[in-house]
């Protein structure tokens, strides 16, 4: 065996221009502190518009500190899965979770070709198991399923074959590819044939609905007459590695369809995922498990081999590594990313900066997770020293004998066991009862155990109960990325996604699980409680940004000021804040390649996420608190993009920002009539006489100018037509708004 220390498993990258950004991040509080303390001593002077301006900095400068603390000392990896494989005599067991939630907004080749891409990674065949759960119980899924299994026949070996760098498939065929000198006749043919299977696998899911037997018979009977919302559990086992060998054959696949029922709550994707571990725990018992939601494929062929670098060698250093987490990066982006998908800046703190403390949230895709930790473990293994008796695992996992047998055998430690010798086959019985809807009752279940319930945003909830148990997580950034997956696209699409986000963000602050209480009871450190807090805040950070927003607007209605006059030394402040501000994120986005274009995108969308999507989601969980309504889990639509002979993407089509008649579109297109009301009002001097040489200025203008062009996609709407034109109902709605607020500034602007 190779010297571990000559050949490591993974090392610690120093990161550059850490120096540079924290001078400019030192100097942005600096100047935040100095608007701060000049608001606090003027508040005398001036009135509300001033008061509000300050508590609105306020909240900002703490954000910024919040920031500062995450980010402070970055970590970033670099593995080599070539020494794992000579160091490792046998590499552990993984079993893959994908989940799907409905076939329409979740189309089945989507799913079929992150399977297949999962089925085809570097990794013996006969150590991964790939489970995929359907909460939409789709016969048409299941089908798509079965017929994908036969394709994998053909297409893994012929990934190992040429060593296929792309394997899933409508990725690897979407670019006719440059035959070099050294490709063979062979590869060619068997080229050629490949895609011409695929072709016909696409049909066959595109017409699925026909060719599913109109009966239902033989393997289909069990969807007979079922709803998809009222149904019993369907388990089935598409494909078995009955041989046990690691090359040449495929991956165990099953499809899994949970039992549901109209009066009970299954908690969504997290009740799906505690599902998925609980029969898989029956089946095969990997130690380690991956998750993917059905868009991301893999994209790295040794992914796993990549995590295990991780997983394995932190373990050797006597570091606690309860996940590894890879970021979400999406394929064929939009020209210069009009959606602001790509969170540079977010993901800097999120992954490098977490790192440096126990480790980057659990992003709830893209992530292996140690399976003695999703049932509970401790890092110090005290919290099941004498408590392995029957009855107590009965209680805390449930009244499956054959699965508590299961989990005492993890939780004894006995992770380097592959998989269960007996066929997956015989599991079955014993798998529709873990998988009912009554079984988690009275039981530890997404409270204690396994995927938390409680949020919609599930993976980031469980990720901090992980962290507060004192375990670390890591963040793998291999080169090719490891998955890629489609990104919202279109305005209802985007707002829906967002609005999911800063929903379940918020439940989790105004819960029991706020990152402060579980701090004081919990191995929960310090910085990384002020990460968690600065990341569930995200929802709220709408009230602010749209509070200073509309002050401009105020402020040039009735002649009123809340920034200072561009004679006096004090302007400098506020301008030198907001251009030093701006131009170190512009930096971030250059330094990793992305356009000006693309950063000017991102702070827009920012913008429009603040007045729209945050805020219902915010308003949502208000309600929810109030008891007067329940926050709904939300299907974003996803669509299987690809790029033509010429290598333009299919997605130029979507760049055009779009609306629907969505009250959640109400709210920014008022505030848009607000500004563009205020600007005329401003420019024609129609304003009211300013009291005591306090009146709107320039700067003021300057905010509402800036503010429209942060919303210039609803100023385009009020033009377009179609999709591409906000409804005139919308319209009319937030001219209603725009006017009681106008009637109600010269109200108040009178007293």
């Not at 399923?145 to 036969?150: C, G, H, I, N, W």
């Not at 072709?199 to 007979?224: G, I, T």
């Not at 009752?441 to 949020?455: A, C, E, L, P």
Request: proline letters at 5%; one cysteine or more; charged letters at 15%.
């Amino acid at each position: 065996m190779a010297n571990p220390t000559a050949h490591p498993q993974y090392e610690e990258i120093s990161l550059k221009h850490v120096t540079v950004r924290r001078i400019l991040d030192i100097i942005i509080l600096f100047l935040q502190l100095s608007l701060l303390l000049y608001r606090f001593f003027n508040l005398t002077n001036n009135g509300f518009t001033w008061l509000l301006a300050f508590l609105c900095e306020l909240w900002f400068t703490i954000d910024w500190i919040l920031s500062l603390c995450i980010i402070w000392t970055p970590i970033d990896y670099k593995t080599y899965p070539e020494n794992l494989i000579n160091q490792v005599a046998e590499l552990p067991a993984v079993d893959m979770f994908v989940t799907t939630a409905d076939p329409v907004l979740e189309p089945p080749i989507i799913t079929v070709n992150t399977v297949l891409s999962l089925l085809a990674v570097d990794y013996p065949a006969d150590k991964l198991a790939c489970y995929v759960s359907d909460d939409g119980c789709s016969p048409i899924t299941f089908y798509s399923l079965v017929e994908a299994s036969k394709f994998a026949q053909l297409w893994v070996p012929f990934c190992k074959k040429y060593n296929v760098q792309l394997r899933a498939p409508f990725r690897y065929f979407s670019v006719k590819p440059i035959y070099s000198t050294y490709e063979s006749l062979e590869f060619q043919q068997e080229w050629g044939k490949m895609k011409e299977e695929y072709e016909k696998l696409c049909q066959k899911v595109e017409e699925a609905h026909k060719l599913v037997p109109s009966n239902l018979s033989a393997d289909y009977a069990a969807f007979k007459d079922i709803e998809s919302k009222n149904h019993p559990s369907i388990i089935k086992v598409i494909w078995e590695n009955k041989n046990g060998f690691a090359d040449g054959l495929l991956p165990h696949l099953i499809y899994i369809s949970r039992e549901k029922r109209p009066n009970m709550s299954h908690h969504y994707k997290a009740g799906a995922m505690n599902v998925l571990t609980r029969i898989s725990g029956l089946m095969t018992n990997a130690p380690y498990m991956l998750n993917v939601d059905c868009d991301m494929y893999a994209n790295n062929p040794k992914i796993v081999l990549h995590a295990m670098c991780l997983m394995l060698g932190l373990k050797q250093n006597e570091s606690n590594c309860a996940f590894v987490q890879f970021p979400q990066m999406f394929y064929d982006e939009i020209k210069d990313d009009p959606f602001g998908n790509q969170m540079v800046i977010g993901f800097e703190i999120l992954g490098r900066g977490m790192g440096g403390i126990q480790g980057p949230i659990y992003a709830g895709t893209g992530c292996f997770h140690t399976r003695q930790v999703i049932y509970g473990l401790s890092p110090s293994n005290t919290d099941i020293n004498g408590k392995l008796m029957k009855e107590v695992l009965e209680q805390q996992f449930g009244y499956s004998e054959k699965f508590t047998k299961s989990v005492s055998e993890t939780l004894y430690g006995l992770e380097e066991k592959t998989f269960c010798q007996d066929s997956v086959l015989s599991s079955i019985e014993a798998a529709y009862k873990v998988s009912s809807c009554s079984y988690e009752r009275s039981t530890g279940w997404g409270n204690k155990v396994g995927w938390f319930y409680g949020s919609a945003t599930e993976d980031v909830l469980t990720g901090m109960r992980i962290h507060a148990r004192g375990w670390k997580s890591a963040l793998c950034m291999p080169d090719p990325p490891a998955f890629m997956g489609c990104s919202a696209i279109g305005g209802p699409e985007f707002m829906i996604q967002r609005k999911r986000w800063a929903t379940g963000l918020s439940e989790i602050l105004f819960s029991k699980h706020n990152p402060t209480f579980v701090a004081l009871t919990s191995k929960l450190q310090f910085r990384q409680s002020l990460a968690y807090t600065w990341i569930l805040m995200w929802g709220l950070r709408c009230i602010p940004e749209l509070s200073y927003a509309v002050l401009s607007a105020y402020c040039l209605i009735t002649n009123t000021s809340f920034l200072p006059k561009v004679n006096e030394a004090a302007a400098m402040v506020p301008i030198a804040l907001f251009l030093i501000q701006y131009i170190e994120t512009l930096v971030s986005y250059l330094r990793v390649g992305l356009s000006v274009r693309a950063w000017w995108n991102n702070m827009r969308m920012s913008k429009i996420n603040a007045a729209s999507s945050q805020l219902f989601g915010v308003l949502g969980v208000i309600l929810k608190l109030l008891g007067l309504s329940e926050t709904v889990f939300e299907v974003t639509q996803k669509d299987q993009f690809t790029s033509n002979d010429e290598g333009n993407s299919t997605k130029a089509d979507a760049s055009v920002f779009t609306f629907s008649d969505s009250p959640i579109f109400v709210l920014p297109t008022t505030l848009l009539l607000l500004q563009l009301t205020a600007l005329v009002m401003a420019f024609l001097v129609l304003q009211p006489p300013a009291h005591g040489g306090h009146g709107a200025g320039l700067l003021e203008i300057m905010c509402s100018i800036w503010v429209v062009l942060c919303f210039w996609p609803f100023l385009k709407g009020l033009l377009g037509k179609g999709k591409q034109g906000i409804p005139v109902l919308t319209i009319l709605k937030a001219a209603g708004l725009a006017l009681i607020f106008l009637h109600l500034s010269k109200r108040v602007s009178m007293v």
